[in-house]
């Protein structure tokens, strides 16, 4: 099986900045696309940003100039800096990852278990 564990989540003051962690383990032959998604109470869960294996990048307009993703293929972890945080910043950020789990096999998609950022004075 594959398990998402993230971490780096808190309460910030606005202007103020966090990295969150996603590290994939189990049974994993490869990944391709990694990504966070958050949902905030009332919200639906968007996309924030995502990464394929190669490194091209996607992000939400809400976000662009002030989070960065990027991933280590080797630790199977992908990252988010997100920098000059707002209040509306303030949600669950989840990680996904598209797991391949064996050679010529069809991929799954893995969720963490969410991580709560807070941005508030």
């Known amino acids: 099986q594959v398990q998402l564990v993230e971490s780096g989540g808190g309460l910030v003051q606005p202007g103020g900045s966090l990295r969150l962690s996603c590290a994939a383990s189990?049974?994993?032959?490869?990944?391709?696309?990694m990504g966070w998604y958050r949902q905030a109470p009332g919200n639906t869960r968007e996309l924030v940003a995502t990464?394929?294996?190669?490194?091209?990048?996607v992000y939400a307009d809400s976000v662009k100039g002030r989070f960065t993703i990027s991933r280590d293929n080797a630790k199977n972890t992908v990252y988010l800096q997100m920098n000059m945080l707002k209040p509306e910043d303030t949600a669950v950020y989840y990680c996904?990852?598209?797991?391949?789990?064996?050679?010529?096999?069809?991929?799954?998609?893995?969720w963490g278990q969410g991580t709560q950022v807070t941005v508030s004075s």
């Open positions: 189990g049974s994993i032959f490869s990944i391709n696309a």
């Open positions: 996904y990852a598209d797991v391949v789990r064996g050679l010529s096999r069809g991929s799954v998609a893995y």
């Open positions: 990464i394929t294996r190669g490194g091209s990048t």
